[in-house]
């Protein structure tokens, strides 16, 4: 095994966190995780429109309409302006 070898995810840039130890270390440091997801995924929703957060998320078009439904952002005028 190289000396370079990481023995936890995390620990070289191709070998990336899984959700799991992230989990861990944000609750090891008191940080609530589903509010921070639900606070990113509002924050994401604000700015991309529903159907660049499905696709860069992986989530289905109807839960990225919630998602930007919870943000209270309108995308009706920026698609009126791109046609």
């Known amino acids: ?3 370079w070898h990481a023995t936890r995810p995390g620990q070289l840039a191709d070998q990336p966190i899984t959700a799991h130890c992230l989990t861990a270390k944000l ?3 008191g940080l609530p995780v589903v509010p921070l997801r639900n606070s990113a995924l509002v924050t994401l929703a604000a700015d991309l429109p529903p159907s660049v957060l499905s696709s860069l998320l ?3 078009l109807t839960n ?3 998602w930007t439904r919870r943000a209270g952002r309108d995308w009706n005028a ?3 302006s791109r046609t």
């Open 58 to 60: 992986g989530i289905s």
């Open 27 to 29: 609750r090891r440091y």
């Open 1 to 3: 095994m190289p000396y």
């Open 64 to 66: 990225a309409l919630q």
């Open 78 to 80: 920026y698609l009126a």
